[in-house]
């Protein structure tokens, strides 16, 4: 069965086809490294991540490269204010970075490329569209020509008409047309500034993924991926600065997440409903974010909220408690089942689904949904009397690749200590000689120090409160 991907440009799904059989050249525009991620940068994270696993796990050899904007305004403007330089900063919150979305789950890309390490081929590129009469220089900046390239608009789906309205240049404004946007900037002075054939400046924010997409995979294309807020005007300018230097096709599909809300209110600084990542994991397990991401369709706006997440909390921990039964049951089990078969025809229709929601656009909310009922069929089979290591076996396997699958973890939060473990084993043997008065005090101890016990035909489990 066929992948299909809902394009941006076409705005359907399409079968997907790569360029080259069993490849795909990805690319996921990244966040800017001036502060921490707040949640919104974290949810494309977390869906192209998913995208790429899943595209691995349908056996796809995947080139994902994904950009830090490491020079820009909010960068200069945070340097000023710490008295720090953009260097610096960058590197700092560049590292911040990889320990948030680590935590939430997400691999490292092939790539990481940066505007500062990538510089020469940024210039390189506004000097090929100067040459192709696409740009013009004009004291020291360097603009687009945006009416030269006559698809501008195909992937927002606007016209040049639409965009000239309104629009209009201000006095003392260098462009030759209100709708030319910036490729190179002039130094101001203080600001961090390389070399150029203008005279020192810095790139503008369009030019650097253009740049970095031919540099690390080509002049073409599979995938080019990232939040909605950027369909226009960031990657609708990519496509124009990229098709007017080459005549290529830039990305042969576009993907784009929907927004976050924050209590049913866009988020954002002036509402103080700022939400970061790395606060929120400080108070909630990184898996339930990333479950809490992945339960709503990517295209499809999302609500955080802190009912909300204490709700996916319980719904993320029953699935992971099912699994623990099993693998709990998978121990003692030395029964029969007299319906082998049934079962594991059951567990195999299960993985089938899960593939064809997955299929059909990435649909992780309808995964997740194959997923509960994998839990629901398998405490079913954990009722019966005898019960079979191979069934057993199977449910766990199915639990496992879907969870990886979906880059979600099945792991228990730590391991008990030594004296917890003596606690338990003390328990068991008070239960066995009745003392019960100290099998309830030892009971009532664990459970202060946040260790449920839950006793079983089979034996005493432990697990998390």
Not at 11 to 28: C, D, I, L, N
Not at 99 to 119: F, I, Q, R
Not at 145 to 163: H, M, V
Not at 179 to 202: C, H, Q, T, V, Y
């Amino acid at each position: 069965m066929a992948i299909k991907i809902y394009n941006s440009v076409t705005r359907q799904k399409e079968t997907f086809v790569p360029m080259e059989e069993g490849k795909v050249k990805m690319y996921v525009c990244g966040p800017t490294v001036y502060n921490y991620i707040h949640i919104g940068n974290a949810r494309p994270a977390i869906v192209f991540d998913t995208v790429r696993n899943y595209l691995q796990y349908r056996g796809y050899d995947v080139t994902f490269v994904s950009n830090f904007t490491d020079v820009d305004d909010k960068l200069i403007r945070a340097a000023k204010e710490l008295g720090e330089d953009v260097p610096t900063i960058s590197e700092r919150f560049i590292q911040a970075y990889f320990e948030d979305v680590s935590a939430l789950g997400c691999k490292k890309a092939d790539v990481h490329p940066t505007v500062m390490e990538n510089m020469d081929a940024i210039i390189e590129f506004v000097e090929a569209l100067v040459e192709k009469g696409y740009a013009y220089e004009s004291e020291g900046d360097v603009y687009y020509r945006t009416r030269k390239f006559k698809e501008y608009g195909k992937l927002s789906q606007q016209s040049i008409d639409e965009l000239r309205v309104g629009a209009r240049i201000e006095v003392g404004d260098k462009k030759q047309d209100a709708l030319d946007f910036a490729l190179w900037k002039a130094a101001k002075e203080g600001e961090i500034s390389w070399d150029s054939p203008w005279g020192k400046g810095r790139p503008g924010w369009h030019i650097e993924c253009s740049a970095m997409v031919r540099k690390y995979l080509g002049d073409t294309i599979d995938i080019h991926a990232g939040g909605q807020d950027l369909t226009f005007p960031h990657h609708e300018n990519e496509i124009a600065q990229s098709e007017a230097l080459t005549g290529k096709t830039f990305a042969r599909y576009w993907m784009h997440n929907g927004y976050i809300n924050i209590d049913n209110e866009k988020m954002s600084k002036s509402l103080g409903n700022f939400v970061l990542v790395h606060d929120i994991i400080q108070q909630h397990d990184p898996q339930v974010l990333r479950f809490f991401m992945l339960s709503v369709h990517y295209r499809h706006p999302i609500n955080y909220s802190q009912e909300v997440i204490e709700n996916t909390t319980a719904a993320f921990e029953r699935l992971k408690t099912s699994y623990q039964n099993l693998k709990h049951r998978l121990q003692v089990s030395n029964g029969l089942t007299d319906n082998k078969d049934s079962w594991l025809q059951k567990v195999k229709e299960l993985h089938e689904q899960f593939v064809q929601e997955m299929d059909d656009d990435f649909n992780t909310a309808n995964a997740i949904s194959v997923l509960f009922e994998l839990s629901k069929q398998a405490n079913y089979y954990l009722m019966e009397k005898n019960t079979d290591k191979e069934v057993i076996g199977a449910f766990m396997h199915e639990y496992e690749v879907l969870f990886s699958v979906l880059g979600l973890s099945l792991e228990e939060e730590g391991l008990l200590d030594e004296d917890i473990e003596r606690l338990i084993e003390e328990r068991i043997q008070a239960r066995k000689d009745r003392n019960f008065q100290r099998s309830d005090e030892i009971r009532d101890q664990l459970k202060s120090m946040n260790i449920i016990l839950e006793d079983t035909p089979q034996g005493t489990r432990w697990k998390r409160g």
